[in-house]
């Protein structure tokens, strides 16, 4: 069965936006998460490569983004700098109905002086790996204390990264009002142990395919 992104309270132009993009209908794992990560609930999701978990978050997180207040109101922590791109542009494209979100990608192996020149201005969105982030949390060049919402992108892969320490370290910066959304390809039982440590009663969401 398909489910249409209308049956969600969605904005006009958010709506127009997915038409546009050739998002007809939404995948299972969108249809399984967006309702309660809309509703404000903390989300855990498992499904496969491929499944649309990028629109099933992103769709989510841009709701909660005031374009009016000048600071970081959400964080994606993402294993890798190809995979932080990846989100970047896929935020990006499901922002398009959105004038003036600022969104930025910042991961290691770039120079910290670039990065500490774009946020000048506080961006909306950060999307980055834990250890940069960390990094420019010490530093102060990014300051969470407006942060609403969270998200472990490939939680498994971060944790078999060794993130877990960088990822506890970022936490700490963040409210504890904030929405908590971890989604992973895999659920090893590490998963487990970091929801059970950031989140407040997840939904749980498994799609049934497993990569
Ligand atoms: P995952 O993170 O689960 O591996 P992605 O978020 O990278 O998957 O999405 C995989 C591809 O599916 C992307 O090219 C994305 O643009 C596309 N996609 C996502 N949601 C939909 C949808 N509802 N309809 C059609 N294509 C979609
Ligand atoms: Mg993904």
Not at 31 to 43: K, N, Q, S, W, Y
Not at 130 to 152: W, Y
């Amino acid at each position: 069965m398909t489910q249409s992104f209308a049956s969600l309270t969605l904005p006009a132009a958010q709506l127009e936006n997915l038409a546009e993009l050739g998002y007809a209908s939404m995948t299972p794992v969108q249809a399984a998460a967006l309702p309660a990560i809309l509703e404000g609930r903390d989300v855990r999701a498992q499904a496969k490569t491929g499944s649309g978990k990028t629109a099933a978050f992103g769709i989510g997180l841009l709701q909660q983004i005031d374009v009016t207040q000048f600071t970081t109101q959400a964080l994606v922590l993402c294993p890798t700098r190809e995979l932080a791109d990846q989100v970047s542009k896929e935020l990006r494209r499901l922002a398009r109905f959105t004038q003036n979100i600022k969104i930025l990608t910042l991961c290691g192996g770039q120079p910290i002086s670039h990065q500490l020149d774009s946020l000048v201005h506080a961006p909306h969105i950060v999307v980055g790996t834990p250890g940069r982030i960390q990094e420019h949390l010490r530093k102060k060049s990014v300051n969470l204390d407006a942060m609403k919402v969270l998200v472990l992108d490939e939680a498994d892969r971060m944790l078999d990264m060794g993130f877990a320490d960088a990822i506890d370290d970022v936490i700490s910066y963040t409210p504890t009002s904030r929405q908590t959304l971890l989604f992973s390809a895999t659920y090893p039982q590490g998963i487990e142990r970091i929801s059970a440590r950031i989140q407040r009663e997840p939904v749980n969401i498994e799609t049934g395919d497993v990569s």
